[in-house]
Protein backbone atom coordinates (compact mmCIF):
# COMPACT_ATOMS: atom_id res chain seq x y z
CA UNK A 1 0.00 0.00 0.00
CA UNK A 2 1.49 3.71 -0.97
CA UNK A 3 -0.65 6.26 0.40
CA UNK A 4 0.02 10.04 -1.46
CA UNK A 5 -1.16 12.95 0.50
CA UNK A 6 -1.86 16.23 -0.17
CA UNK A 7 -3.44 19.81 0.04
CA UNK A 8 -1.20 21.26 2.55
CA UNK A 9 -0.10 24.77 1.99
CA UNK A 10 -0.08 28.38 3.61
CA UNK A 11 -2.63 30.14 4.85
CA UNK A 12 -3.64 33.05 7.25
CA UNK A 13 -4.84 32.24 11.01
CA UNK A 14 -8.82 31.45 10.97
CA UNK A 15 -8.41 29.83 7.16
CA UNK A 16 -9.24 26.54 6.10
CA UNK A 17 -7.16 23.72 4.27
CA UNK A 18 -8.50 20.41 3.14
CA UNK A 19 -5.79 17.48 2.93
CA UNK A 20 -6.54 14.28 0.94
CA UNK A 21 -4.73 10.27 1.36
CA UNK A 22 -5.06 8.26 -1.28
CA UNK A 23 -3.93 5.20 -0.97
CA UNK A 24 -3.07 2.46 -3.74
CA UNK A 25 -5.22 -1.06 -3.98
CA UNK A 26 -8.34 -1.68 -2.84
CA UNK A 27 -10.13 0.00 -0.56
CA UNK A 28 -11.72 -3.48 1.09
CA UNK A 29 -8.16 -4.25 2.20
CA UNK A 30 -7.80 -0.83 4.35
CA UNK A 31 -8.86 -0.74 7.86
CA UNK A 32 -8.71 2.70 9.61
CA UNK A 33 -6.78 5.45 8.44
CA UNK A 34 -5.70 9.01 9.91
CA UNK A 35 -3.93 11.70 10.36
CA UNK A 36 -0.95 12.74 12.26
CA UNK A 37 0.98 15.99 12.28
CA UNK A 38 4.74 16.99 13.65
CA UNK A 39 5.83 20.10 14.44
CA UNK A 40 9.31 22.04 14.45
CA UNK A 41 11.37 20.26 17.58
CA UNK A 42 8.20 18.22 18.34
CA UNK A 43 7.38 14.40 18.39
CA UNK A 44 4.68 13.07 16.13
CA UNK A 45 1.52 13.43 17.23
CA UNK A 46 -2.31 12.18 16.54
CA UNK A 47 -4.95 14.68 14.82
CA UNK A 48 -8.16 12.69 13.96
CA UNK A 49 -8.40 8.58 13.14
CA UNK A 50 -11.44 7.16 11.15
CA UNK A 51 -12.11 3.35 11.19
CA UNK A 52 -13.75 0.64 8.60
CA UNK A 53 -16.93 1.86 9.52
CA UNK A 54 -16.43 5.86 10.30
CA UNK A 55 -16.32 6.10 13.66
CA UNK A 56 -14.05 9.41 14.30
CA UNK A 57 -11.88 10.11 17.15
CA UNK A 58 -10.02 13.67 17.33
CA UNK A 59 -6.81 15.25 19.44
CA UNK A 60 -8.84 17.61 21.83
CA UNK A 61 -6.12 20.52 20.15
CA UNK A 62 -8.61 20.27 17.11
CA UNK A 63 -11.89 18.68 18.14
CA UNK A 64 -14.96 21.48 16.77
CA UNK A 65 -12.16 23.01 14.34
CA UNK A 66 -11.04 19.37 11.97
CA UNK A 67 -13.57 16.33 10.59
CA UNK A 68 -11.72 13.70 8.79
CA UNK A 69 -13.48 11.55 6.51
CA UNK A 70 -13.14 8.78 4.14
CA UNK A 71 -14.33 8.62 0.23
CA UNK A 72 -17.08 5.81 -0.53
CA UNK A 73 -14.00 3.24 -1.86
CA UNK A 74 -12.76 3.69 1.43
CA UNK A 75 -9.28 4.22 0.03
CA UNK A 76 -9.15 7.84 0.63
CA UNK A 77 -9.54 9.93 3.82
CA UNK A 78 -9.59 13.71 4.03
CA UNK A 79 -9.19 16.18 6.63
CA UNK A 80 -11.06 19.59 7.01
CA UNK A 81 -9.55 21.62 8.64
CA UNK A 82 -11.18 25.16 9.61
CA UNK A 83 -10.61 27.56 11.89
CA UNK A 84 -6.86 26.88 11.52
CA UNK A 85 -3.86 28.78 14.66
CA UNK A 86 -0.79 29.05 13.92
CA UNK A 87 0.06 26.14 16.44
CA UNK A 88 -1.22 23.61 14.02
CA UNK A 89 1.52 24.27 11.79
CA UNK A 90 3.51 21.43 11.37
CA UNK A 91 4.41 18.23 8.37
CA UNK A 92 0.86 16.48 8.35
CA UNK A 93 1.06 12.87 7.91
CA UNK A 94 -1.57 10.40 6.58
CA UNK A 95 -1.72 6.37 8.07
CA UNK A 96 -3.56 3.39 7.11
CA UNK A 97 -3.54 -0.02 8.43
CA UNK A 98 -4.44 -2.97 6.66
CA UNK A 99 -6.80 -6.21 7.55
CA UNK A 100 -5.75 -9.40 8.18
CA UNK A 101 -8.54 -10.41 6.55
CA UNK A 102 -10.38 -9.19 3.63
CA UNK A 103 -12.48 -10.26 0.45
CA UNK A 104 -12.41 -8.63 -2.97
CA UNK A 105 -15.41 -7.71 -4.64
CA UNK A 106 -15.93 -11.06 -6.32
CA UNK A 107 -15.90 -12.29 -2.68
CA UNK A 108 -12.64 -13.96 -2.54
CA UNK A 109 -10.64 -14.14 0.67
CA UNK A 110 -7.03 -12.50 0.94
CA UNK A 111 -5.20 -13.62 4.09
CA UNK A 112 -2.26 -10.70 4.36
CA UNK A 113 -0.27 -9.58 7.35
CA UNK A 114 -1.65 -6.52 9.22
CA UNK A 115 0.54 -3.88 8.76
CA UNK A 116 0.51 0.30 8.61
CA UNK A 117 1.56 2.33 6.26
CA UNK A 118 2.39 5.75 5.96
CA UNK A 119 2.58 8.83 3.37
CA UNK A 120 5.17 11.00 2.87
CA UNK A 121 3.71 14.28 4.74
CA UNK A 122 2.21 17.68 3.35
CA UNK A 123 3.37 20.65 4.93
CA UNK A 124 0.72 23.22 6.31
CA UNK A 125 1.89 26.54 7.73
CA UNK A 126 -0.52 28.75 9.46
CA UNK A 127 0.63 32.18 9.73
CA UNK A 128 -0.54 34.83 12.35
Known amino acids: VQLQASGGGLVQAGGSLRLSCAAS????????MGWYRQAPGKQRELVAT???????NYADAVKGRFAISRGNAKNTAYLQMNGLKPEDTAVYYC???????????????????????WGKGTLVTVSS
Open 95 to 117: KADTKGLYYLDDGTPVVQRPMDY
Open 50 to 56: ITSDDNT
Open 25 to 32: GSGNSING
